[in-house]
């Protein structure tokens, strides 16, 4: 049976703005060696499913700067210190979206890959959301908003459109449990 691994130190490399990167020294519980390994440590973030009164799943895009591509996702983003996943879910969906709701209910998380990179990301599903609002995209965001139907989105999976593993995976946890929303 795997154990956890011990540390030793922790050491802050560099800090990007939206990430650090760490050196984590630790030792092996099996051998005792000890072993360096880096760790990207981006803040927690959040994906918001968002369903308007008629069934219709808000959706984004946005140009990606680490694909070059522009990407067809749903509302989310990072958790701003101070601030509750609950928090950010509901700021982030007016903001990129001009869209609110009164009915929350956080129906996953996921670790998009712990084998190097530290956060979680929490998926929320907004229900009967209504545009409130214009957007207020930060300076760095430029997003086009659209509606899109449930099997849509399915076949938008299957073919390649929606090709964001978070966004993917924020799916698989409202497809498989939407019937008991």
């Known amino acids: 049976m795997?154990?956890?691994?011990?540390?030793?130190?922790?050491?802050?490399?560099?800090?990007?703005?939206?990430?650090?990167?760490?050196k984590k020294t630790t030792v092996s519980p099996k051998d005792g060696t000890i072993h360096d390994f880096y760790v990207v440590d981006p803040p927690d973030w959040v994906n918001i499913i968002a369903v308007t009164p008629a069934g219709k799943i808000v959706m984004?895009?946005?140009?990606?700067?680490?694909?070059?591509?522009?990407?067809?996702?749903?509302?989310?983003?990072?958790?701003?210190?101070?601030?509750?996943?609950?928090?950010?879910?509901?700021?982030?969906?007016?903001?990129?979206?001009?869209?609110?709701?009164t009915q929350w209910k956080q129906i996953g998380c996921v670790r998009p890959n712990p084998a190097f990179i530290s956060n979680s990301c929490f998926t929320f599903l907004a229900s009967g959301c209504e545009r409130?609002?214009?957007?207020?995209?930060?300076?760095?965001?430029?997003?086009?908003?659209?509606?899109?139907?449930?099997?849509?989105?399915?076949?938008?999976?299957?073919?390649?459109?929606?090709?964001?593993?978070?966004?993917?995976?924020?799916?698989?946890?409202y497809f498989h449990w939407e019937k008991s929303y």
């Open 2 to 22: 795997p154990e956890k691994w011990k540390l030793q130190k922790s050491t802050t490399l560099n800090d990007y703005r939206i990430f650090s990167t760490k």
């Open 132 to 173: 409130t609002s214009e957007t207020s995209f930060d300076t760095t965001e430029d997003i086009e908003t659209l509606l899109v139907s449930p099997p849509e989105i399915k076949q938008h999976i299957r073919e390649g459109v929606i090709d964001h593993c978070i966004v993917i995976a924020a799916f698989g946890f």
């Open 60 to 101: 984004i895009k946005q140009f990606r700067h680490g694909t070059d591509e522009i990407t067809f996702e749903i509302p989310g983003g990072m958790i701003d210190s101070g601030e509750t996943p609950a928090e950010c879910a509901r700021r982030e969906l007016l903001e990129e979206t001009g869209f609110t709701s």
